[in-house]
């Protein structure tokens, strides 16, 4: 089976600039999490959906927005890019939404802010 | 304090040695824990989770949880440099956001 699948690998954006990241999950999971992970830290947590519903928001501003789809893919979307933003951005995904444990991560998207 | 706390790095052990990797949790962090590997330029790759007190094993891998002292930590017993990576502990909260530590750099030493 298809693991975690997130396009495009690599993104290079200016100042000022929006970007839309994608995610699809593994197929049967419908939960998906967004991270950012700056180098040298832990991935932190954005936001996480089920069933195309937020069900989790973390301290991020709300230049941060997200939404999925009916086939339970993703997007990530980030308006007015700040040099801060450069990060690798990993979505996760799990079975299900409340009392899901294990979750499975993509490849990332490595985004680049100049 | 930070939510999930890991011992700095970089951490360094001899081929085939006991590489011990430590973490503690706050109050906000009360469900599963997890430990994931991260090689450099990669994604986290779960290895290995656990949920009630005790010890877990899988190969050579080794995950303890203890919730009374807020303590989870991992063993890897004949250590491999391949075993050279980031390792990433991580707690769920009841709001069932995963919360992840900084991590802990590991060097295996041929």
């Known amino acids: 089976d298809a693991g975690v699948t997130q396009s495009p690998t690599h993104l290079i954006k200016t100042r000022g600039q929006q970007v839309t990241l994608r995610c699809s999950p593994i197929?049967?999971?419908?939960?998906v999490s967004w991270y950012q992970q700056v180098l040298g830290q832990g991935p932190q947590f954005i936001f996480q959906?089920?069933?195309?519903?937020?069900?989790g928001r973390g301290n991020f501003p709300d230049r941060f927005s997200a939404r999925q789809f009916p086939n339970y893919s993703s997007e990530l979307n980030v308006n007015a890019l700040l040099l801060g933003d450069s990060a690798l951005y990993l979505c996760?995904?799990?079975?299900?939404?409340?009392?899901?444990?294990?979750?499975?991560f993509g490849p990332g998207t490595r985004l680049t802010v100049t | 304090q930070k939510e999930v706390e890991q011992n700095s790095g970089p951490l360094s052990v001899p081929e085939g040695a006991i590489a011990s990797l430590n973490c503690t949790y706050s109050?906000?962090?009360?469900?599963?824990f997890f430990w994931y590997r991260q090689y450099s330029g990669k994604s986290p790759e779960l290895i290995m989770s656990?949920?009630?007190?005790g010890d877990k094993e899988d190969g050579r891998f080794t995950a303890q949880l203890n919730k009374a002292s807020q303590y989870v930590s991992l063993l890897i017993r004949d250590s491999q440099p391949s075993d050279s990576a980031t390792y990433l502990c991580?707690?769920?909260?009841?709001?069932?956001?995963?919360?992840f530590g900084p991590g802990t750099s590991l060097s295996v030493i041929p």
């Open positions: 959906y089920y069933e195309k519903e937020e069900r």
């Open positions: 996760a995904s799990t079975p299900r939404g409340t009392g899901a444990r294990e979750q499975y």
């Open positions: 991580a707690g769920k909260t009841s709001y069932d956001k995963v919360i």
């Open positions: 109050d906000r962090v009360s469900q599963s």
């Open positions: 197929s049967g999971h419908k939960s």
């Open positions: 656990i949920y009630s007190n």
